[in-house]
């Protein structure tokens, strides 16, 4: 899965080409595990349990994301430009780690 501006796009064939994942929201960033994670423009975070055939919205980073990452404990990890943030719910809630303002 690769996020471009139309919103995410998927590859069966090994990279070699890609299909938009027409059910998705426009995600930033996406990580695979335990589903399909992926965070919005403005933060908000959305799961796919189905390889991104359906999805579900879930919480909010609190700004603009910049990295994100899923742990192998299922833990959502994530930064702004201020805040480096964490997940233990799959997305629902999350409480800062760092705050570098």
Known sequence: VVTVE???H?????GQSFDPLDQAPV??????????????PDGAV?????SGASWEAR???GGRPHAMTVGPNGAVYAA???VIVVSADGGQTFSVLFDMS
């Open 59 to 61: 919480g909010e980073i």
């Open 46 to 50: 959305h799961h796919s349990a189905d």
């Open 10 to 14: 998927i590859s069966t064939d090994g």
């Open 80 to 82: 702004t430009e201020e």
């Open 6 to 8: 139309a919103g995410p």
């Open 27 to 40: 995600l930033m960033l996406v990580d695979w595990a335990d589903g399909l994670y992926g965070i919005a």
